[in-house]
């Protein structure tokens, strides 16, 4: 939006279509922020979740080893 503004002063041009032009320039780059945002907001939030999915599933295998291995050896309990 400054940059838009600068180049009407340096250019002589009226207020009011430096005021369109930079309220379209900030209309423009709001959208591609917001677009940018909800890409890079989708990609974290599965990476999580497909991290967090790794680990539960982990953990799960290794109290079902435990649990085997206590069944079959008591002795070894802790």
């Known amino acids: 939006m400054a940059l838009v503004i600068v180049r009407g002063t340096l250019f002589g041009e009226f207020a009011d279509n430096i005021a369109l032009e930079a309220i379209g320039a900030l209309v423009v780059f709001a959208a591609i922020g917001w677009v940018a945002g909800w890409i890079i907001d989708y990609v974290v939030r599965d990476t999580i979740e497909a991290a967090f999915r790794r680990r539960v599933e982990w953990y799960v295998e290794s109290v079902k080893t435990m649990t085997s291995e206590?069944?079959?050896?008591?002795?070894?309990?802790?």
């Open 70 to 78: 206590l069944e079959n050896n008591p002795s070894k309990e802790p």
